[in-house]
T-cell receptor
Framework: AQRVTQPEKLLSVFKGAPVELKCNYSYSGSPELFWYVQYSRQRLQLLLRHISRESIKGFTADLNKGETSFHLKKPFAQEEDSAMYYCALMNRDDKIIFGKGTRLHILP | NAGVTQTPKFRILKIGQSMTLQCTQDMNHNYMYWYRQDPGMGLKLIYYSVGAGITDKGEVPNGYNVSRSTTEDFPLRLELAAPSQTSVYFC???????????FGSGTQLSVL
């Protein structure tokens, strides 16, 4: 079964502390994985994808095939990082499967 | 560019009523999608389209219909509204880079 699991509904982190949003996936083969973000009163938008190996707004995510994980990390949280984060994968049929999302709350 | 435009933003329906959620995009994207977002459940794909005249079912198509007569428009039809269809509906589009979806602002639908 194709599945994306985000175990935390809510994650509260103090400003300046490291952030790790967990994502695990279930997929036979090599998936394409990425993170979407929805800031307050804004539309859902692509944050980053694993094939780019890029850092966006200080966030990075490494695909770990052994652990079937794609955790999103940032070394120092900022207040503007408060948002809803969705991990997602694209399957062979080019359909995107989203996780349930994690709300990140940055405490001052 | 307006991007992806959805109307209406809010709607309340009675059980059994029908309605059409409108979605239009001005980016000349071939791919369009309808998702529903239930609280704590993430986004579920209802229907999608890879181009004008072509539509296909997603994960949760029951109770919905779509059409794609033009590249720009992808309306979602609810024929007999049920309380289980209370949700936030998002339309999205993409070009050949199908990972990068452009989302509309959503329609909040309540069926009472």
């Amino acid at each position: 079964a194709q599945r994306v699991t985000q175990p935390e509904k809510l994650l509260s982190v103090f400003k300046g502390a490291p952030v790790e949003l967990k994502c695990n996936y279930s997929y036979s083969g090599s998936p394409e994985l990425f993170w979407y973000v929805q800031y307050s009163r804004q539309r859902l938008q692509l944050l980053l994808r694993h094939i780019s190996r890029e850092s966006i707004k200080g966030f990075t995510a490494d695909l770990n095939k052994g652990e079937t994980s794609f955790h999103l990390k940032k070394p120092f949280a900022q207040e503007e990082d408060s948002a809803m984060y969705y991990c997602a994968l694209m399957n062979r049929d080019d359909k995107i499967i989203f996780g349930k999302g994690t709300r990140l709350h940055i405490l001052p | 560019n307006a991007g992806v435009t959805q109307t209406p933003k809010f709607r309340i329906l009675k059980i059994g009523q029908s309605m059409t959620l409108q979605c239009t995009q001005d980016m000349n994207h071939n791919y369009m999608y309808w998702y529903r977002q239930d609280p704590g459940m993430g986004l579920k794909l209802i229907y999608y389209s890879v181009g004008a005249g072509i539509t296909d079912k997603g994960e949760v198509p029951n109770g919905y219909n779509v059409s794609r007569s033009t590249t720009e428009d992808f309306p979602l039809r609810l024929e007999l509204a049920a309380p289980s269809q209370t949700s936030v509906y998002f339309c999205a589009s993409s070009d050949q880079d199908r990972v990068r979806l452009f989302f509309g602002s959503g329609t909040q639908l309540s069926v009472l």
